[in-house]
């Protein structure tokens, strides 16, 4: 049962007052930023480099590189730099880079033991941004650490020859969930976005996980719930439609509710609709950059994701935007001064 007497953290209220005054604004993509480091496997376990507390996990018969949670305690500089920039560029929430930083993520590379340093030094690293953004310019930041899906699915099996096979259970997640939110509050979260949601009982053993997590320090952080929508189907990859999916979550009372990953904002955009027709929590969306090219790379100017972002917020159907995959510091300006015209959705009761 998710307790919901326990004290909502102070920074809920400022959250409430400035996301009724404007159009909130979410950061862009960690990892392709990462990308364009192009960092080598020494990078990224520090050998020879910076002799951080992340070496003491590191597990020589797995290679490191593209593992860009490890950054926040090999290459902290490197994460903080970012997310400061796409703070100065207008977001008034940075994401903490732990997409993967759970047990069952870190099991490719060898890192579990590593999973509550990742988690604190994540926030810290994010607070770090947070701080140095309005020390420069006088507006607060807050910090959302990112829980992201796994890379297993609750609901559906991975071997098509036994469809009652399930290559992780709900307590499984439950536990890996708790080990990272845990490290995400110790380290100085604000919020918890649980975001890239494929499967929503993937979802709800985050939830239940985060409460457990709240009851541990006697309040309850603002919750993020973010799903993705994989293709023209307009469903998440579990089966579910945006409406369904509301209802199957709206039982966390989250702070926010929306989509991202998978489509750009052209595509996204009827799904966010449905989404804000039925949800009385605020709406979020962070699109990609449109959709990958041959290479796997994000074509779509700022300019033009900027735009279309601008339409939900002219329609009415947003409270928070940003970008995923694709976006840079140049694209989250860009949403931000689109944006800034329109006021934010009404939420009803």
């Given at each position: 049962?998710l307790?919901?007497a326990?004290?909502d953290?102070p920074?809920?209220?400022?959250?409430?007052a400035?996301a009724?005054?404007?159009?909130?604004?979410?950061?862009?993509?960690?990892?392709?930023?990462?990308?364009?480091l192009n960092?080598?496997?020494e990078?990224?376990?520090?050998?020879g480099?910076?002799?951080g507390p992340?070496?003491?996990?590191h597990?020589?018969?797995?290679?490191q590189?593209?593992?860009n949670?490890?950054l926040?305690?090999?290459q902290?500089?490197?994460v903080?730099?970012i997310?400061?920039t796409?703070a100065m560029?207008g977001?008034?929430?940075l994401e903490t880079?732990?997409?993967?930083?759970?047990s069952?993520?870190?099991?490719d590379?060898?890192?579990e033991?590593a999973?509550h340093?990742?988690?604190v030094a994540?926030?810290?690293v994010?607070r770090?941004?947070?701080d140095?953004?309005?020390?420069?310019?006088g507006r607060?930041?807050f910090?959302?650490?990112?829980?992201?899906?796994?890379?297993?699915?609750?609901?559906?099996s991975p071997?098509?020859n036994?469809?009652?096979?399930?290559?992780?259970s709900?307590?499984d997640?439950?536990?890996?969930?708790?080990?990272?939110i845990?490290?995400?509050?110790?380290?100085g979260?604000?919020l918890?976005l649980i975001?890239?949601?494929?499967?929503?009982l993937?979802?709800?053993?985050?939830?239940?996980?985060a409460?457990e997590s709240f009851?541990?320090?006697g309040?309850?952080?603002?919750?993020?719930?973010?799903?993705?929508?994989t293709d023209a189907?307009?469903r998440t990859l579990?089966g579910?439609t945006?409406?369904?999916?509301?209802?199957?979550?709206a039982?966390a009372?989250?702070?926010s509710?929306g989509?991202n990953?998978?489509?750009?904002?052209a595509a996204?955009?009827?799904?966010?609709?449905?989404?804000?027709a039925?949800?009385t929590?605020l709406t979020?969306?962070y699109p990609n950059?449109g959709?990958p090219?041959?290479?796997g790379?994000?074509?779509?100017?700022?300019e033009?994701t900027?735009?279309?972002?601008?339409?939900?917020?002219?329609?009415?159907?947003?409270?928070l935007?940003?970008?995923?995959?694709?976006t840079?510091p140049d694209?989250i300006?860009?949403?931000a001064?689109?944006v800034?015209?329109?006021?934010p959705r009404?939420?009803s009761?």
């Open positions: 049962m307790n919901f326990l004290p953290a920074n809920l209220a400022s959250l409430r400035l009724d005054q404007r159009i909130l604004i979410l950061d862009g993509a960690m990892g392709t930023m990462i990308q364009t960092m080598s496997e990078d990224f376990t520090a050998q480099h910076i002799h992340g070496c003491r996990h597990h020589s018969d797995h290679p590189k593209g593992n949670d490890l926040v305690l090999t902290p500089q490197a903080e730099e997310q400061f796409f560029a977001a008034d929430i880079n732990t997409f993967s930083s759970t069952i993520a870190q099991a590379y060898g890192l033991s999973v340093d990742l988690n994540g926030a810290q994010a770090r941004a947070a140095r953004a309005e020390a420069r310019d607060r930041r910090v959302a650490g990112a829980v992201g899906p796994t890379n297993r699915t609750a609901s559906i071997d098509v036994d469809p009652g096979y399930r290559a992780v709900f307590d997640l439950r536990l890996a969930y708790g080990e990272q845990d490290g995400l509050i110790a380290g979260a604000d918890i975001e890239t949601i494929f499967d929503t993937n979802a709800k053993a985050a939830i239940f996980a409460f009851a541990k320090v309040r309850r952080l603002p919750i993020m719930i973010s799903g993705t929508i189907s307009g579990s579910q945006p409406t369904a999916f509301w209802h199957s979550v039982h009372r989250p702070f509710v989509l990953c998978a489509l750009g904002a996204m955009r009827p799904h966010m609709a449905e989404i804000a039925v949800s929590a979020c969306a950059a959709l090219n041959a290479f790379q994000y074509d779509e100017t700022p033009e900027a735009a279309q972002v601008a339409e939900f917020a002219r329609d009415g159907i947003v409270n935007v940003g970008g995923c995959c694709g840079t694209h300006r860009a949403i001064e689109a800034a015209p329109f006021a009404k939420v009761a």
